[in-house]
């Protein structure tokens, strides 16, 4: 039964080798240093993100995935650096992910304009501990996995100054790449270059309540596209509900906190913490019942403005 699996698995893992290899977030709007480099520095202050997704739960084989960001504008609030780091495994594939990004931001009357690129390595295995052999001892099976190769990825975004609203542009995997395994006989995979589009807006219900659509568009020519539309009501910003509908995937539902906005003595970082529920669409329930699971905690640095700071005169 477990062979059966590893099958199937490696079935959707080829599938994926040949279109692309960015794995999706439901809570996309809250990891989007992920997708496109020039939202580093889009908060203003140093950014952390953590995210963990359990894709399809139940069914052996199917896809684990965490990120890890960071990025922080420098002093000039021109420039900003950012980085992420990608573990995602499907079946017995592992893919692992570094990428460093630069953005350089154009401010106007009405809002900012931000350019971004980004550059890395990845690395794409198969774990040997899943995979059922009668030789445990076959040296082809102790380690199975390409060699690094670099990807670059470029991105624009356009914020306005009232910060309600931003949509982006960006497009990674610029130079297509062949993942090529150490051992004869396995197939190779072309990874394509993939189009993202995203956009967001914060509308002002009341005093309290706050409606914030936003959507992202995935593309990359050769198979179709998919559009993630998500809904989000925010309370006192503090707390949020909200559903996303990924076109022919799954709808998700999630909640989240700003933890800052508990007014818990003097506490003035900004936490965020989120979970997503997947309930599929598609014709995998047949095999699965336990849904995706996705959860997620930002951390941002309080850095004090410099026209802020108490300033004294000298007294002679």
Not at 29 to 46: E, H
Not at 249 to 257: K, N, P, Q, R, V
Request: with cysteine; proline share 4%.
């Amino acid at each position: 039964m477990k062979t059966k699996y590893l099958l199937i698995a490696l079935f959707f893992c080829s599938q994926i080798q040949a279109q692309t290899i960015d794995p999706h977030f439901s809570q996309f709007m809250l990891n989007k240093l992920v997708f496109n480099p020039a939202y580093a520095g889009y908060y203003g202050s140093p950014h952390f993100a953590v995210f963990h997704r359990s894709q399809w739960v139940g069914f052996e084989g199917a896809p684990v995935t965490q990120t890890i960001s960071a990025d922080l504008p420098l002093p000039s609030k021109k420039i900003a650096l950012g980085a992420h780091f990608i573990n995602d495994g499907i079946g017995i594939q592992r893919n692992f992910t570094f990428i460093t990004s630069y953005a350089y931001k154009i401010i106007m009357d009405k809002g900012s304009f931000t350019m971004g690129l980004n550059a890395g390595v990845r690395q794409f295995g198969l774990d040997p501990t899943q995979i059922s052999a009668k030789d445990k001892n076959d040296p082809n099976l102790q380690s199975i996995q390409s060699p690094f190769v670099p990807d670059f990825g470029l991105g624009f975004v356009y914020k306005d100054a009232s910060d309600r609203f931003h949509v982006g542009v960006s497009a990674l995997h610029l130079w297509e790449f062949d993942i090529i395994y150490n051992v004869k006989g396995l197939g190779n995979a072309k990874v394509a270059r993939m189009f993202f589009a995203n956009g967001g807006y914060k509308y002002k219900i009341s005093q309290n309540l706050s409606f914030l659509p936003s959507g992202i568009l995935k593309f990359d020519f050769r198979s179709p596209a998919q559009f993630d539309f998500n809904f989000t009501l925010l309370y006192k910003e503090m707390v949020w509900f909200g559903s996303t509908y990924r076109t022919s995937d799954a709808i998700s539902f999630m909640t989240g906190l700003n933890i800052d906005k508990l007014n818990i003595g003097n506490f003035k970082e900004k936490f965020k913490i989120g979970y997503a529920f997947d309930w599929t669409v598609s014709r995998l329930p047949t095999y699965n019942s336990g849904g995706s699971h996705e959860i997620f905690i930002t951390f941002d640095y309080s850095v004090p403005d410099e026209e802020h700071k108490a300033k004294f005169k000298k007294i002679e």
